[in-house]
């Protein structure tokens, strides 16, 4: 890689001014008689997208849009080597496990340096860590095993575990763990007596192939390259990031060449027809992402394990498949995506693939209703237009047993992100994995702790039990099997229900290298290594 302009020379006998104008960047051509000039084409690259970020300061973001801005801005001690599930250095460029798995060393890099021109030491990556897991952010209890960052020296950190963790580097990959330069952040003494404007910031300072310099909430990213950046540069000198409001509008953008690249999120029908159009390019990404229902435990009706029960029966996910998202997906029948270790089919097992409406009518006459007293329940969805068709299509469902009325409701989504571990007591939502490891689509869900978060307010001992034991199992074997139980209870106890498991696309001009787009196994999407084909 490296920052390289495509040159031409030009001899013309008039002076010409011309610019071509491509909804993509520009060229200026100028010649005076009789002379040769360099033509230079700025290597800008826009991307095209639906997706929005709340924040992105890494001890708070934990949405799609915002982890994928911090991913290409700055870096974590360590990472995913592109195109894979296997971790590399970043920062550090050599780590060493200790006492059991009970003190992780990190040997870091001495040539990295933070946008701001600082270097960046020991002292910056205790800062960091420490900061992401006491602020109370939405990912903080990502690092709640963490229990001291040690400075050996100005390169040398060691990290001590409250206990023995499994995946605790992987965890260290996500971007809860992004270095970010001490003075640059916030980090009051007491968190939780000051408000969130107080503890975060959007002003991102990392140590990234990209630098930050323009956010418009809802509308634009821009990143330019960073000179000083440690590793490889990027292909792209500057990215911008437009933010389209729906799939229809993203598709025009593409037609029209106003942007090079769009990735999340053409619907099924705009994928269709993009497949279509000799002019365009795309590639399809397995994906390990999932829709799913939450159900709260702790309301009314849903606090009776029968009616859950009775809705898992009733759901049909492969009408949700072909009718909704025309087979784009894969029903899915657990929250351990097809593809990962452990992955137990449990819902299949348990309630069977379509809707079973004599079993979900037993289930609900057993606790208490009927035709003339049935269910009455409300079925929530962030505003997006594939969840609204699909809660509309499980409202129908559900309402096919004859023993039920199901009132579906629509919410934006910052007011519904408030509301769903609140007073939503029923809702569909989706998931992407903050790290390649089985545990990120149980721990978060399941997890007394971290169950209110999604709105289940699920709690039960045995499970925390089971999801804390299966940390701490080496043994790949022994693992799964206990993996396998925690997703046995899962389906006996039904505060989730999976629905799919969504393929990733993304479709480009044909100026783009098709090799240089990609995603792999762990969902990142990397601007910095996409280039357009004269890009030398």
């Given amino acids: 890689m490296g920052k390289t302009m495509e040159k031409k020379k030009l001899t013309i006998g ?138 050996v020296d100005d390169h040398e950190i060691n990290i001590h575990l409250k206990e ?17 330069p001490e003075g640059e952040y916030p980090y009051p003494e007491n968190p939780e007596e000051v408000d969130d404007d107080e503890k975060f910031t959007d002003d991102v300072m990392s140590t990234g192939p ?22 490889e540069q990027p292909h792209a000198e500057e990215v911008e990031v437009v933010v389209y409001d729906s799939s229809e509008e ?18 099924p029908m705009e994928r269709e027809q993009v497949r279509e159009i000799e002019e365009i390019d ?37 009408e949700i498949n072909q009718e909704i998202y025309r087979g784009e997906q894969t029903p899915v029948h657990s929250l351990v995506p097809e593809g990962m270790m452990a992955h137990k089919p449990v819902f299949e097992e348990q309630y069977g693939t379509g809707n079973n409406v004599e079993e979900a009518r037993d289930l609900l006459e057993e606790a208490g209703y009927s035709e003339e007293n049935p269910l009455e329940i409300e079925l929530w969805t962030p505003e997006q237009d594939l969840r ?29 992100q408030e509301r769903m571990g609140a007073d939503i007591a029923f809702h569909i939502i ?20 971290s169950a209110a978060f999604l ?31 925690i997703q046995d209870k899962l389906a006996e106890d039904v505060p989730y229900i999976p629905l799919t498991q969504s393929e990733q696309f993304s479709a480009f001009q044909p100026s783009i290298d098709e090799d240089s787009v990609e995603l792999g196994p762990v969902q990142i999407f990397r601007y910095y290594t996409i280039r357009k084909d004269h890009w030398e």
């Fill in 210 to 231: 990209y630098e930050l310099v323009e956010w418009e909430p809802e509308e634009r990213v821009v990143l330019e390259e960073n000179e000083d950046y440690w590793g």
């Fill in 455 to 485: 709105g289940s307010h699920y709690s039960e001992e045995e499970m925390d039990q089971m999801l804390d034991e299966q940390l701490q199992i080496i043994d790949y074997e022994e693992r799964t099997e206990k993996l396998e139980e």
């Fill in 388 to 416: 609204i068709e699909t809660v509309e299509t499980i409202k129908e469902q559900i309402e096919n047993t004859d023993m039920a009325e199901v009132e579906t409701g629509v919410e934006e989504w910052d007011e519904f």
């Fill in 14 to 151: 008039l002076v010409v001014l011309l610019v071509i104008v491509a909804g993509v960047g520009y060229t200026v051509f100028y010649e005076t008689p009789d002379e040769e000039t360099e033509v230079v084409e700025e290597q800008h690259l826009v991307v095209g997208t639906t997706d929005t970020a709340r924040t992105l300061d890494p001890a708070d973001s934990y949405d799609t849009f915002g982890s994928r801005i911090l991913k290409n801005t700055g870096n974590t001690l360590i990472g995913y080597e592109p195109g894979t599930d296997n971790l590399e250095g970043m920062i550090a460029e050599d780590w060493e496990i200790k006492e059991d798995g009970e003190i992780y060393n990190f040997e870091l890099r001495d040539d990295v340096t933070f946008q701001n021109g600082e270097e960046v030491t020991a002292e910056d990556v205790k800062f960091s860590i420490e900061r992401s897991r006491d602020l109370g952010g939405i990912p903080s209890s990502l690092l709640e095993n963490v229990d001291e960052v040690e400075i």
């Fill in 250 to 267: 993203l598709k025009q953008a593409l037609e029209d060449d106003e942007v090079d690249l769009v990735y999340r999120e053409l619907d």
């Fill in 282 to 318: 795309y590639k399809d990404f397995e994906s390990l992402s999932i829709d799913f229902l939450v159900l709260d435990v702790t309301q009314e009706p849903l606090d009776d394990e029968r009616v859950r029960q009775a809705i898992a029966y009733a759901v049909d996910r492969d």
């Fill in 430 to 449: 989706g998931w992407e994995p903050d790290f390649y490891d089985p545990d990120n689509f149980l721990t978060p869900f399941l997890e007394t702790d």
């Fill in 164 to 180: 023995p963790s499994i995946t605790f580097l992987p965890v260290m990959a996500y971007t809860v763990a992004t270095v970010v």
